[in-house]
């Protein structure tokens, strides 16, 4: 047998924080708890009746009694509301820089895929050392990622992406849970988190037999599916060109503005009329049940990775991949592509 442990493993930047929190909020509780029991049997004993028409003398009130007990537990309080809100934050808020993999959860799995390409069922290789964000999102019911050693969980929504992110301390091998119950087998809805050394990661990265980026993954959907039709690139297509839209900001029908990030792109392909960009017509079938959300997932990527057309180049704003990624691995970026040059009508 183990040893008795209270807290799981501490394998995450978040970890440390997390616990002393976890452990104040034990001790404020525990010496409140506490002092109320041995207080109340205390004076049971002390004031019990003793005779049988005893009365105690009426207490009209005390001031600064009241004052200590309203303001002390106001201030206790505050200071938990205000750790646990900044440890809160941090989680809610990804580095820049973190390395995004996209989870899809269905009945009952995780599918996790690699922007250079890697997939995986019920396990999530990652380096040790370097923020790692998760983008996900589910074919079906509400499911929720947990990772106690990591101290993350997030629920994972149909229709809509949520993201959390972890910084891996510890090589080793952690467990994955679903934490809602989604149906018959959500026990079964488990799995592993690899913790690697960078350059294990790195090796396994190489070793990952993928075919391709996810990007370039996408982009073979965009010819499949018909999308390079009409989103062509030199602006002939009846469509809006796509050049350089992830995380710019777009002018729909009406007059509104929304910033092009994975949750329009995704609503764009699927619910193509919710938002309509302003100066073209709602020519765009759905494609609403024709693609798994991993395709979805698949078209974003290649969407984001399309840069700016040729002698064009801008800065990479904040918070995008970096235009040429893939590259250093040799994979056929975007730029590569043949759709640039493709005539109107050619296809
Ligand atoms: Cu998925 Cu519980």
């Given at each position: 047998?183990?040893?008795?442990q209270?807290?799981?493993?501490?394998?995450?930047?978040?970890?440390?924080?997390?616990?002393w929190?976890?452990?104040?909020l034990?001790?404020?509780?525990?010496?409140?708890?506490?002092?109320?029991?041995?207080?109340l049997?205390?004076w049971?004993?002390?004031?019990?009746?003793?005779?049988?028409?005893?009365?105690?003398?009426?207490?009209?009130?005390?001031?600064?009694?009241?004052?200590?007990?309203t303001?002390?537990?106001?201030?206790?309080?505050?200071?938990?509301?205000?750790?646990?809100?900044?440890?809160?934050?941090?989680?809610?808020?990804?580095?820049?820089?973190?390395?995004?993999?996209?989870?899809?959860?269905?009945?009952?799995?995780?599918?996790?895929?690699?922007?250079?390409?890697?997939?995986?069922?019920?396990?999530l290789?990652?380096?040790?050392?370097?923020?790692v964000?998760l983008?996900?999102?589910?074919q079906?019911?509400?499911?929720?990622?947990?990772?106690?050693?990591?101290?993350?969980?997030?629920?994972?929504?149909?229709?809509?992406?949520?993201?959390?992110?972890f910084q891996?301390?510890?090589?080793?091998?952690?467990?994955?849970?679903?934490?809602e119950y989604?149906?018959?087998k959500h026990?079964?809805?488990?799995?592993?988190?690899y913790a690697?050394e960078?350059?294990?990661?790195?090796?396994?990265?190489?070793?990952?037999?993928?075919?391709?980026?996810?990007?370039?993954?996408?982009?073979?959907?965009?010819?499949?599916?018909?999308?390079?039709?009409?989103?062509?690139?030199?602006?002939?297509?009846?469509?809006?060109?796509?050049r350089?839209l992830?995380?710019?900001?777009v002018?729909?029908?009406?007059?509104?503005?929304?910033?092009?990030?994975e949750?329009?792109?995704?609503?764009?392909?699927?619910?193509?009329r919710?938002?309509?960009?302003?100066g073209?017509?709602?020519?765009?079938?759905?494609?609403?049940?024709?693609?798994?959300?991993?395709?979805?997932l698949?078209?974003?990527?290649?969407?984001?990775?399309?840069?700016?057309?040729?002698?064009?180049?801008?800065?990479?704003?904040?918070?995008?991949?970096?235009?040429?990624?893939?590259?250093?691995k040799?994979?056929a970026?975007?730029?590569?592509?043949?759709?640039?040059?493709?005539?109107?009508?050619?296809?």
């Open positions: 047998m183990n040893s008795l209270l807290l799981p493993e501490s394998a995450s930047t978040f970890a440390n924080e997390w616990n929190l976890f452990w104040l034990v001790a404020i509780c525990g010496i409140v708890a506490t002092g109320i029991a041995v207080i049997i205390y049971a004993i002390r004031y019990h009746r003793k005779r049988e028409n005893e009365l105690p003398p009426q207490i009209q009130g005390n001031n600064k009694m009241e004052a200590a007990w303001l002390i537990p106001m201030f206790i309080f505050l200071g938990m509301f205000g750790w646990g809100s900044k440890i809160y934050f941090d989680m809610e808020r990804p580095p820049n820089n973190a390395r995004n993999v996209y989870v899809v959860g269905k009945q009952w799995m995780w599918k996790t895929q690699y922007a250079t390409g890697q997939r995986e069922i019920n396990t290789h990652v380096p040790v050392g370097e923020p964000k983008t996900m999102i589910s079906d019911v509400i499911h929720s990622f947990f990772v106690p050693a990591f101290r993350i969980k997030q629920d994972v929504l149909p229709d809509r992406y949520t993201a959390i992110w891996a301390t510890k090589p080793g091998r952690y467990h994955l849970f679903c934490a989604c149906g018959t026990s079964g809805m488990i799995g592993w988190v690697m960078p350059h294990d990661f790195q090796l396994w990265l190489e070793r990952g037999g993928a075919e391709g980026s996810l990007a370039s993954t996408g982009e073979k959907l965009f010819h499949q599916f018909g999308c390079s039709n009409c989103h062509q690139f030199d602006g002939q297509g009846r469509c809006p060109v796509l350089d992830f995380g710019r900001v002018r729909i029908a009406g007059g509104q503005t929304v910033i092009a990030d949750t329009y792109i995704r609503e764009s392909i699927l619910f193509p919710a938002k309509i960009v302003e073209f017509q709602a020519v765009m079938p759905t494609f609403d049940g024709q693609l798994t959300e991993e395709q979805v698949a078209l974003i990527a290649y969407i984001k990775a399309i840069g700016p057309a040729p002698g064009t180049q801008q800065p990479v704003s904040p918070g995008t991949v970096p235009r040429n990624y893939g590259a250093e040799g994979i970026g975007p730029e590569a592509t043949s759709i640039s040059g493709t005539k109107p009508g050619a296809r």
